[in-house]
């Protein structure tokens, strides 16, 4: 059973960073995309940034300049530093990864992380 666990939430003040961790286990054969979104209170959930197994990423444009994703493969990790955080940053942060177990490909989440970020 393929199990996605974030970390690293919690309460920043405005201007300040946070860096999200999402720890992939279980029978993992090879993880492409890895992917974090989020849902602040009473909205859809969002996308944030994406990254590829071969690192290319991409992000959100509300992000863009602020939040960087990277991963290292060999702990099946992907991380996503937060810097000049703003209150409209607040929000569940959720991973999402693509992962091959048994020969298929499927996606999967996490239950999230809280980022409040407030004065």
């Known amino acids: 059973q393929v199990q996605l666990v974030e970390s690293g939430g919690g309460l920043v003040q405005p201007g300040g960073s946070l860096r999200l961790s999402c720890a992939s286990s279980?029978?993992?054969?090879?993880?492409?995309?890895m992917r974090w979104y989020r849902q602040a209170p009473g909205k859809e959930r969002e996308f944030v940034a994406a990254?590829?197994?071969?690192?290319?990423?991409n992000y959100a444009d509300s992000v863009k300049g602020r939040f960087t994703i990277s991963r290292d493969n060999a702990k099946n990790t992907v991380y996503l530093q937060m810097n000049s955080l703003k209150p409209e940053d607040t929000a569940v942060y959720y991973c999402?990864?693509?992962?091959?177990?048994?020969?298929?490909?499927?996606?999967?989440w996490g239950k999230g992380t809280l980022v409040t970020v407030s004065s």
């Open positions: 999402n990864a693509d992962i091959v177990t048994d020969l298929t490909l499927r996606g999967y």
């Open positions: 279980g029978s993992i054969f090879i993880i492409y995309a």
């Open positions: 990254i590829t197994r071969g690192d290319s990423t």
